[in-house]
Nanobody, 125 residues
């Protein structure tokens, strides 16, 4: 049974940095494109970033470009989200998700095959 587990969330001040991690098990992790999504209270879940199965192609939502970096370490079955210059509006529950094998990465929730339960990021001004 595939499982994705996120970690690294917390409460920080505006301008601080955090790195989120997502470790997969029960799936051939290195074959899956991976994405990060976030959902703030009362808001729709939104795409943050994706990375293809090779790690060579990344895509970002406009508001995080230049501040967030997605990466993966297939030897550790892990995908990461480095978040710099955090803003209060970045506060949300961040979830990782696996889309399809050999995929290029997707920004669509409907394309995701597996989801983690999320980790909370709170950014105060």
């Amino acid at each position: 049974q595939a499982q994705l587990v996120e970690s690294g969330g917390g409460s920080v001040q505006a301008g601080d940095s955090l790195i989120l991690s997502c470790v997969g098990s029960g799936l051939i992790f290195n074959l899956y494109a991976m994405s990060w999504f976030r959902q703030a209270p009362g808001q729709e879940r939104e795409f943050v970033a994706s990375i293809d199965w090779t790690g060579g192609r990344t895509t970002y939502e406009d508001s995080v470009k230049g501040r967030f970096t997605i990466s993966r370490d297939n030897a550790k079955n892990a995908v990461f989200l480095q978040m710099n210059s955090l803003k209060p509006e970045d506060g949300a529950v961040y979830s990782c998700a696996a889309s399809q094998p050999y995929g290029s990465g997707s920004n669509s929730t409907s394309a995701m095959a597996y989801w983690g339960s999320g980790t909370l990021v709170t950014v105060s001004s």
